[in-house]
């Protein structure tokens, strides 16, 4: 990889996660472009609907809502700029749009947890005490629940954007090869001379102590719901019960599986190819699984989506 102690300047990042790759790269061209315009105009499609339709007004539709917007933030940091280095001989990046990229990646991607666990807050409430649904989850504590969630992800990232700064001040300059398709957290660690067992610490304690909290307010809600719907006495009521949630917990496995994948492990655990499509999983997959996954499966959604084109109330079981 290379590095260049002592110099007095910003290294510039070579992006060459994809040069190994054996697909041509007009053909990743193409499908990232695919995939990036699918993810937005269907996100997009998303927060309109909900957005317009009074029926898409629970705060179940909220959330949902703002986590269409963040996973186009989350596209949006790292795919446009994964374009532009397919097709260009020379992909660099200075270190400052880096850390830009950084910085808004993690804050995107902290908030995607946050605002799933969130969800399944909802999703527990919705089948454990339906009676006081709309009396627990209205809009008023959701909007507060999102503002935590957002000023938690942004403290998170400038504790971890303080502690890559120092590696850099002073340590590194020149051309750095930096094995990713954008600027992610281990690939900039690797790239460093200094000593990075603080970061790697801060990652492990903090980013772990911060993923424990959400994913276990999930597990737990999953158990008690999972409980509630046993007792449930007619099949029918299960189905429902599991239809409600059920989207939510496909969402739950994409993204909390590979953030795991790629950061609770000890990094030398990790090879390029399974860093590479677990990067591509929940950078640009799982932003665009997710307006699929919640309108396929739901038929307030597709209902929606009818009046939206004008077909009246198309509501298909």
Known sequence: MGCAPNASHSPVFLLL??????????LLFLLFLAIYLTTVMGNVTLVLLISRDSRLQSPMYYLLRGLSVIDMGLSTVTLPQLLSHLISDYPTIPAVRCLA????FYVFGVMDTLVIAVMALDCYVAI????????????QLCARLLTFSWLVSILHTVLHVGLLLSLWVGDVGGNLNLPHFFCDHRPLLRASCSDTHSNELAIFLEG????????SLIVLSYVRIGATILRLPSAAGRRRAVSTCGSHLTMVGFLYGTIIWVYFQPPSQNSWDQDMVAAVMYTAITPLANPFVYSLRNKDVKSALGRLL??????PD
């Open 208 to 215: 772990g102590f911060l993923m424990l909290g959400p994913c």
């Open 17 to 26: 996660g994809l040069s190994r790759a054996r697909v041509p790269p007009l």
């Open 101 to 104: 990229q950084f910085f808004f």
């Open 128 to 139: 454990c005490d339906p009676l006081h649904y709309t009396l627990v989850m209205n809009r």
């Open 310 to 315: 004008g077909r009246g109330g198309w509501a």
